[in-house]
């Protein structure tokens, strides 16, 4: 068995992921986030009630944002590696993630204090957004 060389291309290593497709995976990610929330929220709200139900919707929309944010920041560094010409401003995108990573935690502090709703509803929303994004990893390893 022979090593590959670093000159050596790996055996079915994939074309590197340019920032379109990059740009896809996030909004496929994103979409997916969406219908999940809508769907998985009207039957967590008719099965465990409306508190669970709006606790599953607030980790939801935690979820979307934090891809939403993951997506721009990704897209600037992306940006600045390429030294591209239009750029966003990287002082604005780190602001913009650190004030959604604020928001986030008003919004469970407020959730978990106020809703009395399941835990576990709040939980599951939080974990659309790895669901998403591992469909979406699988769906990139299968090519």
């Known amino acids: 068995m022979t090593v590959p060389s670093e000159s050596q291309p790996l055996p079915n290593?994939?074309?590197?992921?340019?920032?379109?497709?990059?740009r896809r995976l996030m909004y496929r990610a994103l979409r997916n986030v969406a219908i999940l929330s809508v769907v998985?929220?009207?039957?967590?709200?008719?099965?465990m009630g409306w508190r669970s139900g709006l606790m599953?919707?607030?980790?939801?929309?935690?979820s979307f944002t934090g891809i939403w944010?993951?997506?721009?920041?990704g897209l600037a560094i992306f940006a600045r590696l390429d030294n591209q010409q239009h750029v966003r401003p990287m002082g604005r995108t780190l602001v913009m993630f650190f004030?959604?990573?604020?928001?986030?935690?008003?919004?469970l502090y407020v959730s978990l204090?106020?809703?009395?709703?399941?835990?576990?509803?709040?939980?599951?929303g939080l974990g659309l957004?790895?669901?998403a994004l591992s469909l979406e990893a699988l769906r990139l390893l299968r090519g």
Do not use: N
């Open 40 to 47: 998985l929220a009207a039957v967590l709200t008719f099965v």
């Open 56 to 62: 599953f919707v607030a980790g939801a929309a935690i």
């Open 99 to 107: 004030l959604r990573l604020g928001m986030a935690a008003v919004i």
């Open 113 to 124: 204090r106020c809703l009395h709703g399941s835990v576990y509803a709040l939980l599951a």
């Open 13 to 22: 290593a994939q074309a590197p992921i340019s920032d379109d497709d990059f």
């Open 69 to 73: 944010e993951w997506r721009g920041l």
């Open 129 to 131: 957004a790895i669901l």
